[in-house]
């Protein structure tokens, strides 16, 4: 079992990551050129279906054992006063999503997926980052570890997603340390605050940068210092599954923090994952531009939990249904032009 000790770990990790299956990949592409379709016509279904052939190492890709993962985190910015709801929402929810009353509860169970909520010692908030490091490296590796270890080693996808009152300030602080930019860049409503809380949120994320200075150049310090527990385990799972070949659907903007400190350390980090949704939280779009991401469904929604990433699920059922399903022009006896 691989263990995170040290920062150096970590990143040593990050930076040695398998490549996908080529083979794999090339077989998918050929077939979606054989099936009963004009070429290209189901757009970018076919890059999808290619896409999990080569993440999963077989040309005829399987949607049977889907895994939602969300971690939950509690966030010492609260007290800055950056969410429209209390700190105490985060257990609050957790124990919604074990009684089974969450969004993301119907969307994983009508995604056909397993859904599995992670609490990160969340009756212990993280350091205010204005102030202090969020983390400890000892807490920030521990988080890592336990969003690694999340990850079944046999899956045929996992969903990543989070809950975590006050974490799209954390996650903005993040993005703008990690792409540039100051708090109004990255800041958004989150759930619902007004315009002071809006501009409370800037302000955090600005006295966040100025408390961290250059510490923040170094990915890993940068998500330690103005992340969260929870976004740190996203950040392991992403790691994780990257390790063991599973394709990953990411989440909305506090997701994205997540992978985008991964695609920092490595070019190619974030090569076994699709941008399942773009959030309403406005920083999220300029994030996946900056990653170079183009998500698979934009439907308005800026909720978290996974919840876009369920929704993507479907989508990506539809494009594995097409690619094993399809008649070959030959079987079907259809002139191919
Ligand atoms: C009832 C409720 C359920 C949620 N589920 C996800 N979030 C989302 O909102 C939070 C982030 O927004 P902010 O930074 O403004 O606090 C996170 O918990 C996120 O997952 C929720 C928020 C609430 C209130
Ligand atoms: O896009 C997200 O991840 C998001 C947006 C608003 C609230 N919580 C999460």
Redesign the pocket.
């Known amino acids: 079992m691989t263990q995170f000790k040290t920062i150096e770990r970590l990143r040593d990790a990050c930076l040695s990551l398998p490549a996908g299956d080529e083979d794999a990949a090339q077989q998918a592409a050929a077939r979606q050129n054989t099936l009963t379709k004009p070429p290209g016509s189901l757009g970018r279904l076919e890059q999808a279906a290619i896409f999990l052939a080569r993440w999963q190492g077989r040309h005829l890709p399987r949607l049977e054992t889907l895994h939602v993962l969300v971690f939950a985190g509690s966030h010492g910015v609260t007290a800055r006063g ?4 209390p700190a105490e ?2 257990a609050q ?1 957790v124990a919604n999503f074990s009684a089974g009353g969450a969004a993301v509860n119907q969307l994983a169970r009508q995604a056909g997926a397993t859904l599995t909520v992670t609490p990160l010692d969340i009756e212990r908030p993280t350091a205010d980052f204005t102030q202090a490091p969020a983390m400890t490296e000892a807490e920030f590796l521990a988080a890592v570890q336990t969003g690694y270890d999340a990850v079944p080693e046999q899956a045929n996808l996992v969903a990543l997603g ?8 954390a996650a903005a602080a993040v993005a703008a340390a990690l792409l540039g930019g100051r708090g109004a860049d990255w800041v958004g409503r ?2 619902g ?1 007004d315009d002071a809380g809006l501009t409370r949120k800037a302000e955090a994320v600005d006295a966040g940068l100025a408390c961290h200075g250059t510490m923040l150049s170094d990915p890993l310090a940068a998500l330690r210092c103005v992340g969260g527990r929870e976004i740190a385990a996203m950040f392991g799972a992403l790691l994780a599954a990257r390790r063991k070949r599973i394709p990953v659907l990411l989440d909305g903007f ?1 997701c994205g923090a997540a992978a985008a400190t991964l695609a920092s350390l490595n070019g190619a980090g974030l090569a076994h994952a699709l941008a399942a949704h773009v959030s309403a939280e406005p920083g999220h779009r300029k994030l996946l531009a900056a990653l170079g991401m183009v998500p698979l469904l934009d439907l308005d929604m800026r ?3 996974a919840s876009g990433a369920c929704l993507a699920i479907n989508v990506l059922r539809g494009a594995v249904a097409c690619h094993n399903g399809m008649a070959t022009f030959a079987e079907a006896g259809v002139s191919d032009g």
């Open positions: 950056v969410s429209a709801f929402v985060t929810m989070e809950m975590g009152i006050g974490n799209t300030t989150g759930t605050v506090v909720l978290g939990e």
